[in-house]
């Protein structure tokens, strides 16, 4: 690099780094949040389904989850 200026020099380096992400965001406009709130909501299930080891009982506790269900229309004792 060819600035004498050292915090230039870093920018310089952090643009290298994420280059590719750059220019995908500029092409897309996505950011990777969709998939931060998967993950959390992946977390979830795994904190509530403590103890499940087959993977359709995770995937069945992630829909639940997911899919907001207001189970208090069946059952007036579910919160």
């Not at 994420?18 to 959390?40: L, M, Y």
């Not at 499940?52 to 208090?72: D, H, K, Q, S, W």
């Amino acid at each position: 690099m060819r600035s004498k200026v050292e915090p230039m020099k870093d920018v310089a380096r952090l643009i290298r780094r994420h280059f590719d992400g750059i220019v995908a965001w500029t092409q897309t406009r996505q950011t990777n949040g969709f998939i931060e709130a998967i993950n959390g909501l992946f977390q979830a299930a795994k904190r509530k389904a403590r103890g499940y080891a087959r993977f359709e009982t995770m995937r069945t506790v992630l829909f639940l989850i997911a899919g907001r269900l207001n189970f208090a229309r069946f059952n007036e004792h579910a919160r």
